[in-house]
């Protein structure tokens, strides 16, 4: 009778997401980054303007708050104020070089205790170790660790052009350190192009097995090409058919969730909702062909933007 019911619930969940086909929550990674361009705080004021313009109900910052100064407590208070999710991404780890449980546990806590005073952050993990490729001994304490302590996860789907928004802000910031002339607006609709495509084909790929579109997570970097085009990229994906929703209301679907899956992974959602190979890369880079492939587009599309 429990299963029963428990099956039914499932079947009226997966009716009303796609009743609300298309939903789509905003992600901001490698969050508080330093003045570039931008001064820091003029960067995340711009960001939580244009934001509220695109009629952003509520995004989620990931976040490790290494070292935090005044200035990075105000950006945090700032994004708080504004009712969006801030996640313990933890303080300062390093997938490469660390393979250490207690360290890890430190850092967790570390960033707990100083992401609490803020009203936005509700004890949400998004914790990369316990997706890529590692010890599993670690993983399974880490695990036990985070749960006995009453964290939650915060996950976002796999997709595998993230950090191309990294690397377009890398060769713009080169391009002014040099006082060298950009087309901002090449520069943007290459933007929109490549972020809004990815999502594009990852939807259109779960909607043929699924026959439904499961929510999605678009997971941008926070840096000075986000703050300018944020709202060109969600009005692009709103008229492809995207629904903006609150981060909170994803991390509560019971469906999405990676506790429904027993697991804490990334974006471990992806493979349990789709059937999907798990594809064990929270953070891939712009490397080897996605990097010649975005080489060559933005040849065509920003001349000029390659050159030093």
């Given at each position: 009778?429990?299963?029963?019911?428990?099956?039914?619930?499932?079947?009226?969940?997966?009716?009303?997401?796609?009743?609300?086909?298309?939903?789509?929550?905003?992600?901001?990674e490698n969050s508080?980054?330093?003045?570039?361009?931008?001064?820091a705080m003029a960067r995340s004021q711009m960001l939580m303007r244009n934001l509220a313009m695109a009629e952003v109900p509520q995004a989620m910052f990931l976040i490790k708050p290494r070292a935090l100064d005044n200035k990075d407590k105000a950006r945090l208070q700032l994004y708080s104020d504004r009712g969006h999710l801030l996640v313990n991404a933890g303080y300062n780890h390093s997938l490469v070089s660390k393979s250490d449980l207690y360290a890890y546990e430190v850092g967790i806590l570390k960033a707990n205790r100083l992401l609490s005073p803020y009203s936005g952050y509700r004890q949400h993990l998004h914790f990369s170790y316990l997706h890529e490729q590692g010890d599993s001994a670690i993983q399974r304490s880490l695990i036990g660790f985070v749960k006995m302590r009453g964290y939650r996860p915060a996950f976002t789907t796999y997709n595998p052009?993230?950090?191309v928004d990294a690397y377009l802000n890398q060769l713009y910031q080169a391009r002014i350190k040099l006082n060298r002339p950009v087309n901002m607006a090449a520069l943007e609709s290459a933007y929109v192009e490549l972020l809004a495509q990815t999502l594009v084909e990852q939807d259109a790929l779960a909607f043929n097995l699924l026959g439904y579109s499961p929510p999605q997570t678009l997971v941008l970097q926070e840096n000075d090409l986000a703050a300018y085009f944020v709202v060109a990229l969600l009005d692009e994906l709103i008229a492809r058919g995207w629904q903006l929703i609150s981060a909170q209301r994803l991390v509560d679907a019971p469906i999405a969730n990676p506790l429904f899956s027993s697991g804490w992974g990334a974006n471990s959602?992806?493979?349990?909702v789709t059937g999907l190979p798990d594809i064990r890369v929270a953070y891939p880079r712009t490397l080897g062909e996605r990097k010649t492939y975005v080489d060559n587009f933005l040849q065509s599309r920003v001349p000029g933007l390659l050159e030093h």
């Amino acid at each position: 009778m429990i299963k029963r019911c428990i099956l039914v619930s499932l079947l009226l969940l997966m009716t009303s997401l796609a009743a609300h086909a298309r939903e789509l929550v905003v992600v901001f990674e490698n969050s508080l980054q330093p003045s570039t361009s931008l001064d820091a705080m003029a960067r995340s004021q711009m960001l939580m303007r244009n934001l509220a313009m695109a009629e952003v109900p509520q995004a989620m910052f990931l976040i490790k708050p290494r070292a935090l100064d005044n200035k990075d407590k105000a950006r945090l208070q700032l994004y708080s104020d504004r009712g969006h999710l801030l996640v313990n991404a933890g303080y300062n780890h390093s997938l490469v070089s660390k393979s250490d449980l207690y360290a890890y546990e430190v850092g967790i806590l570390k960033a707990n205790r100083l992401l609490s005073p803020y009203s936005g952050y509700r004890q949400h993990l998004h914790f990369s170790y316990l997706h890529e490729q590692g010890d599993s001994a670690i993983q399974r304490s880490l695990i036990g660790f985070v749960k006995m302590r009453g964290y939650r996860p915060a996950f976002t789907t796999y997709n595998p052009w993230r950090g191309v928004d990294a690397y377009l802000n890398q060769l713009y910031q080169a391009r002014i350190k040099l006082n060298r002339p950009v087309n901002m607006a090449a520069l943007e609709s290459a933007y929109v192009e490549l972020l809004a495509q990815t999502l594009v084909e990852q939807d259109a790929l779960a909607f043929n097995l699924l026959g439904y579109s499961p929510p999605q997570t678009l997971v941008l970097q926070e840096n000075d090409l986000a703050a300018y085009f944020v709202v060109a990229l969600l009005d692009e994906l709103i008229a492809r058919g995207w629904q903006l929703i609150s981060a909170q209301r994803l991390v509560d679907a019971p469906i999405a969730n990676p506790l429904f899956s027993s697991g804490w992974g990334a974006n471990s959602f992806w493979p349990a909702v789709t059937g999907l190979p798990d594809i064990r890369v929270a953070y891939p880079r712009t490397l080897g062909e996605r990097k010649t492939y975005v080489d060559n587009f933005l040849q065509s599309r920003v001349p000029g933007l390659l050159e030093h």
